[in-house]
Structure formats: C-alpha cells, structure tokens
C-alpha cells in the first residue's frame, strides 16, 4: 500500500513538472505558436494551421458538455463533417485532419518488421519525414492555405513586425531582405537562396512549437513513447493490462481513504 501511494504521488509529481515545463517556451517556440496561429499566412488571411488543428478543446455538436481534446479541425467536430474546407471555402480535401498532438513522437517513415508494417512519417501516407517538412506543406496547398508560392508566404511573415525582430533575434535573418510579393503572380522569384532559407525556418519554428503541445492524455501512451525501443504490440498488450489493474487500484486506495477520512 505504502508503494502504492508512493508511486502515486510520483506520477502526480511528473505531471505537474510536465505541466509546467510545457508553458515554458523558448522564443523559437513562441514564434513557432504565432505562426500556428496566424491566419494571414492564407491566401485569403482566413485560414491558419489551427483552423483545422485547434489548440482547445471543443464541443462535439449538440453536445455541449461532450469536448473533444484540441488539434483536430473544430469544423468537423461540430459540424459532423469528414474533411476541411479551405482558405477558399468551396475547396477541401479528401483527407480528415488528424491530430496534430502526437505527430513530433512519429519516428521517421520505415518498415518495422516486429509489426509486419509501414509505420511513422508524418501525414497518413508518412510522406513527410518530420515536423519541418510537415510544416512547409499546408500554405502552398491549394485546397489548404493556397498560397501561390513560398515567395508569397514569407512576404506576408515581413509584413508582420514582431516577426521581423524574432527571426532577427532568434536566426539573424533579415526578412526585410527579400522583396515583397507582387500580384498578379508572374514575376520570377528574386533572391530564391533567400526566400528558401526563411521558408525553411518558419516551418522549422511550428515544429519546435508543435513539441510543446503534445497532447498525451493516456497512461498507455505516456509510457509507449519513454525514450528507447517502440514497444511491440505484444508489450502493449501487457502494459495495457497492467495499467487497467493498477488503475482499479488507485480507484480502490482512494475509495479506503475516503472511508478513513469519514
Ligand atoms: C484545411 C485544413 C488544414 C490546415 C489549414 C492545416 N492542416 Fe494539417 N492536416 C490537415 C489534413 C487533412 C491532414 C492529413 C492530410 C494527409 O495525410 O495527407 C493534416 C496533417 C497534418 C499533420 C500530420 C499529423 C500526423 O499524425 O501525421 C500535421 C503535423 C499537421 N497537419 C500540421 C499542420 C500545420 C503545422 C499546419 C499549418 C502550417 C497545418 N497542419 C494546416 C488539415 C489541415
């Protein structure tokens, strides 16, 4: 019983120490949170990646109480819709936008033979190998943000002042060096090593950001993506069951104290 409680009052310690490691963020990250966030990075200044990977929880339709965990699109949810729509409205997908809460625990795309499977990368099909490359996707996406370009893209992030002094502050880059975009779209890009770079570090910025928000709410999981080995699915299997007793017996540790208590 003793280790019991003991083991109890470490794993509300983690917790806590996790909580507040999470709202620690590096300037880096608070750029990367700005940038998930910022619907001028859509052709139409509509649509930012936490349109449809939302940060807060959000309740399913007709069911106020009933909230789903964040980071999934909040249009689905409520609306009972499978795919997004676009900066351009009448345009989606044909995908559902999945959770964006685990994607910086996927390892890189490969064959794992335990498993007899394809597994990691990042989208459905795992054909970005990680965050950054994750993250340069969705603006030049024309059913997604539909930006025209990465030209285009970074024009709008020197729009931005504070952008200006954090990519400064955090890469020295100056994006003040690169022309504003013109319209209509028919100019060759100037300064293309430029443009590529700050494109580069944008994208890299979300995943830094997008480490901090893992939204791992079961134990299972918790102890699946401790550093090391993936588990197999055989191990899974008895962590599962070893979880669900030990979960009876906290229920039960905290039914006895109550009786104490009263
Ligand atoms: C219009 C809705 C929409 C927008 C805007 C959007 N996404 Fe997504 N996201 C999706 C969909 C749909 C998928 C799945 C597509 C696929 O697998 O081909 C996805 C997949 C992802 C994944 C992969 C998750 C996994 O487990 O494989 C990540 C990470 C992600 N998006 C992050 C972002 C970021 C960062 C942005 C902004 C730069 C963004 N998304 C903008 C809809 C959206």
Redesign the pocket.
């Known amino acids: 019983m003793k280790r019991l409680r003991l083991s109890f009052i470490a794993l509300s310690v983690f917790c806590c120490a996790s909580a507040w490691a999470e709202k620690k963020l590096t300037n880096e990250q608070i750029l990367g949170s700005l940038l ?1 966030q910022d619907a001028n990075l ?1 052709w139409n200044r509509n ?3 936490s ?3 939302t940060l807060t929880p959000i309740a399913k339709m007709g069911k106020p109480f009933n909230r789903v965990p964040g980071f999934v ?1 909040p249009g689905n949810v409520k609306n009972g819709t499978a ?4 900066s351009f409205v009448e345009r989606h ?1 044909i ?6 809460g ?2 910086a625990y ?1 390892p890189l795309f490969h064959w794992d033979d335990s498993e007899g499977l394809y597994v990691g990368g ?4 795992g054909r970005a190998t990680n ?1 950054t490359g ?2 340069k996707q ?2 030049l996406n024309p ?3 539909a930006m025209p370009n990465k030209w285009s893209v970074v024009s709008r992030l020197r729009e931005n002042q504070v952008y200006r002094k954090l990519f400064r502050d955090i890469y020295a880059i100056d994006l003040t060096a690169v022309d504003f975009y013109p319209k209509p779209p028919s100019e060759p890009v100037k300064n293309p090593a430029a443009v590529e770079n700050i494109y580069h570090h944008l994208a890299k910025a ?1 995943g830094e950001f ?1 480490k901090t928000r893992s939204s791992i709410n079961s134990m299972l999981n918790s102890i699946a993506l401790l550093p090391g080995k993936p588990l197999s699915r055989q191990s899974r299997k008895k962590v599962s069951t070893c979880l669900t007793m030990s979960t009876k017996a906290i229920a039960l540790l905290v039914i006895s104290v109550r009786r104490e208590k009263t």
Do not use: K, R
Not at 95 to 100: D, G, Y
């Open positions: 998930f859509s649509q930012s990646c349109s449809c990977h699109d795919v997004s729509t676009g997908g995908l559902n936008a999945p959770s964006a685990y994607a996927s990042q989208f459905w099909n965050l994750q993250a969705p603006f059913v997604e943000m979300i997008e």
